[in-house]
């Protein structure tokens, strides 16, 4: 296996595949992380969705984010409120946005609600001419989203598992086997069977079990990953912009990275059963007091 590691949105990357990535492929991923980033940050200025902060309004944004904020709208019912991208404005209030001041600007205070705040449709755009890697990095149509507020979008609770697939989409739809596209723990496989430790959110030296990773995606979310201050980190309660601290860390295996990363954050809000009703995966779930549950088929996957 050959394995390309680099940089890219404020996490460590790894694609590894029988054979090395040649350049052009290499280049394609780049434009598409690139492209990602510039359209959803909410650290970068520059950004699309940062024209939106200070005034509202429409953009236009790629194709993709179409299953992107259809899986936000899922995740906003079946949290009944609790989990909704516009947790953005209060992670900025506790400090966590862009210039990373780390120091509270406000007291907590919860999101708009997104289904009356925000308005968004898949548009489908005339056929051009275009270069093989500005399709793949650009996707097919666009979306037009509106906020009638100005308000700040976070799509950090699945996007990074979304790029995770676009990425992974874009090596094997070249040709490339068993492939593992992996970023900062959030992954997506195919090819022979692989054996992943669940790090132990109190300690990051140990695990708490291991699972079978084939054909799939694995995403975790914990706690501890982005933490500053007394009791401070990135999971809210988008009803409360509060921090969660009943749940210290949840890992979820689903079909593909977007709603394993989407369900991982949701069972810091939920309980396993609300999202079982829609969606297919498995899940393990650690509580700030060392206790864990399971899904049936991660039955034997803790350690004793």
Not at 97 to 120: F, S
Not at 153 to 182: C, F, H, M, N, P
Not at 220 to 231: E, I, M, P, Q
Not at 257 to 280: C, I, Q, R, V
Request: aromatic share 8%.
């Amino acid at each position: 296996m050959d394995c390309w590691a680099f940089e890219a949105i404020g996490t460590h990357w790894e694609i590894s595949a029988e054979a090395a990535l040649d350049a052009a492929t290499r280049a394609a991923v780049s434009a598409l992380v690139s492209g990602y980033d510039q359209a959803l940050s909410r650290f970068r200025s520059d950004s699309i969705l940062a024209g939106l902060v200070h005034g509202g309004g429409t953009a236009s944004l790629p194709g993709y984010t179409a299953e992107l904020f259809s899986l936000f709208d899922a995740l906003d019912r079946l949290t009944e409120g609790r989990m909704n991208p516009l947790v953005g404005g209060s992670l900025e209030l506790l400090g966590y946005g862009p210039g990373y001041r780390l120091t509270p600007q406000g007291p907590a205070a919860g999101a708009p609600p997104w289904r009356r705040a925000v308005q968004w449709e898949a548009v489908q755009r005339e056929p051009v001419q275009r270069e093989a890697e500005q399709r793949e990095a650009a996707g097919a149509g666009e979306v037009r989203l509106s906020l009638d507020r100005p308000a700040t979008i976070d799509v950090g609770a699945a996007g990074k598992g979304q790029l995770v697939d676009l990425v992974w989409e874009l090596v094997t739809g070249r040709g490339y086997a068993s492939v593992v596209v992996d970023a900062g723990s959030d992954m997506r496989h195919c090819g022979p069977g692989l054996r992943i430790g669940l790090e132990h959110p109190f300690d990051p030296s140990r695990a708490i079990g291991v699972v079978q990773l084939q054909d799939r995606a694995l995403c975790a979310s914990a706690s501890n990953r982005r933490t500053w201050g007394d009791g401070l980190h990135h999971v809210l309660d988008a009803s409360t912009g509060l921090p969660v601290q009943a749940v210290a860390a949840t890992w979820v295996l689903a079909r593909d990275a977007m709603t394993a990363d989407g369900l991982a954050t949701a069972l810091f809000l939920t309980d396993p059963s609300s999202l079982a009703a829609e969606f297919d995966f498995d899940y393990v779930r650690m509580f700030s007091d060392g206790r864990a549950e399971y899904s049936s088929a991660m039955a034997g996957v803790l350690y004793s």
